[in-house]
């Protein structure tokens, strides 16, 4: 693939990236249906359930990349992943402003006794620090430990889907497919370190 | 097949809040001006029966209703727990179509004189239905005010006439696959099944609705035929009932068998004890947009003075 033809990809993969975002803004102001009987739940969960799956897509993309060829996955790679961490911090600001109503209590409270909360926390400060090396530069500058960093995508993944699983009412069958993604992807990735080592 | 083909509402023809509640004005001005009486006279020559879908007619009103602002018709059935339609808050209102309504029986057993299986139209009185406005609490803490057409179960439970062994009533909805595609998994376990204390049943508050916004029951909200506990978290308000099976011991209740730890058998509203993973001391009152405050939640969802008698030798957070 050539590179005007990357940058167009580019270009599609972000639109689409942020269409639900956008959607979603339409129905906040009575477009498309409106939000529904519980706007502010409507929000929460299009959110954060927009934010798992760029997160899983993220983590798919090498596994894509070595099973068929296309290079050119891991250059689009960023852009989902920034994307991932929009949606997780609007997931937030949902919770915070909208859900919670800016009660510093009641969000403490949340975040220390109700372990579900506390988990996509710690999902979201540890987006933080791979969101601002996501760079050129500071992949530059950190070399070899911005890949080791980048390893956290991992257990930010398992937090997260962790903290969908938990905060439904009875199990149903979405939670166990994301889990099951999280799975075949997890088993892929130790399965090729374990290969690499081998041979090393 | 057994396909309901009941004909979509058109929001044209669902009447306004406003007119709604002013509805009983409108009729005393008809009466006034000598318009009603022929409609009235129509009415019930249309014979017996109750109404397949609708208005209902001959409603009385409750004296002790609510006076909050209702929640809107089109978010009280578009808003709704039924997981035996699906786990989706609007899943019920899409999937109930196929819930078949009529006939329908209800089989009635346990201590109790009369026993049997009764069509449930002779279990109403046509007559003598009423329209209560209550507060709805579900307990994930979100709530509405709903204008339900029924009567008190004390009613039909002094019809029936249990023994003096009954120290429960159980309640079931119906568990049919064909019907309910949510019940060929087993996210819980079917059939749904509910109950109360004897004394929580004949209070005065607990109610039979056939009926909301001056309608017959939309298959979503539970019609036919479905229990009202104000009281409570919604999940005790049974849904689409099929048996009533009146108990010496405790009975089973499908939430708690689900998770004894985050649903009690009580279920009573109260906003001092938390769900293991989320604070009962706030509600969300549905239909009051995106930047609407929550409201706290009352003991008992407010009706203190009419039932917290039933509690008085009870440790609320031990039997939650």
């Not at chain 1, 068929?68 to 994307?83: C, H, V, W, Y």
């Not at chain 1, 905060?167 to 399965?191: A, G």
């Not at chain 2, 899943?91 to 196929?98: G, Q, T």
């Not at chain 2, 209800?106 to 209550?134: C, P, Q, S, W």
């Amino acid at each position: 693939m050539n590179n005007a033809k990357i940058i167009t990809t580019k270009y599609v993969v972000l639109t689409l990236c942020y269409l639900p975002f956008l959607i979603s803004i339409f129905k906040t102001f009575g477009f498309a249906g409106g939000l529904g009987a519980n706007p502010i739940e409507t929000l929460l969960h299009s959110f954060g359930k927009n934010g798992l799956n760029l997160i899983l897509i993220t983590l798919a993309i090498t596994p894509i990349r070595r099973l068929t060829k296309l290079n050119f996955l891991i250059r689009l790679r960023r852009i989902l992943g920034l994307a991932a961490f929009f949606y997780i911090l609007m997931h937030a600001t949902v919770y915070v402003i909208l859900d919670r109503e800016l009660i510093w209590q009641s969000i403490i409270e949340d975040v220390s006794t109700r372990p579900y909360i506390t988990l996509g926390f710690i999902a979201l400060l540890l987006l933080i620090p791979l969101a601002i090396t996501s760079t050129n530069n500071m992949q530059r500058l950190l070399k070899k430990k911005w890949a080791k960093l980048h390893q956290l995508i991992y257990l930010i993944a398992i937090l997260g889907v962790i903290h969908y699983f938990w905060q439904v009412r009875i199990t149903t069958i979405e939670p166990i497919i994301y889990s099951l993604i999280l799975l075949i992807l997890l088993t892929y990735r130790i399965n090729f370190y374990w290969k690499r080592r081998g041979r090393l | 097949m057994l396909i309901n083909r009941k004909e979509k509402i058109r929001s044209s023809e669902i009447t306004k809040e406003s007119i709604f509640r002013d509805r009983r004005n409108l009729v005393k001005a008809g009466i006034s001006m000598g318009i009603i009486p022929s409609i009235i006279t129509n009415i019930i020559s249309t014979g017996h029966g109750f109404p397949n879908s609708g208005q209902i007619s001959n409603i009385s009103t409750w004296q002790e209703s609510s006076d909050e602002k209702l929640t809107p018709y089109e978010h009280v059935t578009n808003y709704n727990n039924f997981y035996e339609f699906g786990t989706g808050k609007d899943d019920p209102a899409k999937n109930a179509h196929s819930l078949k309504t009529r006939p329908w029986s209800i089989t009635i057993d346990g201590e109790v004189e009369k026993k049997g299986t009764f069509d449930f139209e002779d279990l109403v009185d046509l007559n003598a239905l009423e329209e209560r406005i209550y507060r709805f609490r579900c307990v994930e803490a979100w709530s509405m005010v709903i204008p339900w057409v029924g009567f008190p179960l004390k009613k039909l439970i002094d019809y029936l006439n249990p023994n003096s062994n009954a120290k429960y009533v159980q309640f079931f909805t119906l568990n049919d696959p064909n019907q309910m595609p949510g019940v060929r998994y087993r996210s819980l376990q079917w059939p749904y099944r509910e109950g109360l204390t004897i004394e929580e049943a004949i209070n005065p508050l607990s109610f039979i609705a056939v009926g909301v916004y001056g309608e017959v029951l939309p298959n979503q909200n539970g019609a036919p035929i479905r229990l009202v506990v104000p009281w409570k978290y919604g999940f005790k308000s049974i849904k689409s009932i099929v048996r009533i099976n009146f108990t010496r011991e405790m009975p089973q209740t499908t939430w708690k068998t689900a998770n004894y730890r985050e649903y009690g058998f009580y279920s009573n509203v109260n906003p001092e004890v938390s769900h293991p993973r989320w604070s009962q001391a706030y509600e969300r009152k549905i239909g009051e947009g995106l930047f609407s405050a929550k409201v706290p939640t009352q003991l008992f969802n407010g009706y203190q003075e009419e039932v917290s008698y039933l509690y008085k030798n009870l440790d609320l957070k031990l039997n939650y």
